[in-house]
């Protein structure tokens, strides 16, 4: 399963953390898996194309962080627009991503 941990601190997002695989599908036929991937790899391109100090992000074997290091509107926007496809993914598969949030 995919966790999405979302970590705010004074209720503001401050860092992402996506951590696993889905397992919906053996290894290249993952429609889950693929989903998480473009929609994470489009939202961060997105935002450095705009200014690369924005946010910074480090990625791991099984685990993806990206670090909003200021918020505007064309970043909350655009990490707002991550999170709510993330949230369709969990409606849609409910056994292979789950969203959780730290405070």
Known sequence: ????VLSAKNKELRKINILGH??????????????VSSIMTTTVNGIL????????????????????NEHNE???????NMIDLFKELERDYPKNIKIEEEN
């Open 74 to 80: 064309i970043v909350d926007n655009l990490i707002e």
């Open 22 to 35: 889905a397992d919906y599908n053996f290894n290249g036929n993952d429609i889950v898996c693929s989903s």
């Open 1 to 4: 399963m995919i966790k999405v």
């Open 49 to 68: 194309r705009f200014n690369n100090k924005y946010i910074s992000y480090q990625e791991k074997k099984d685990d993806f962080e990206i670090v909003i």
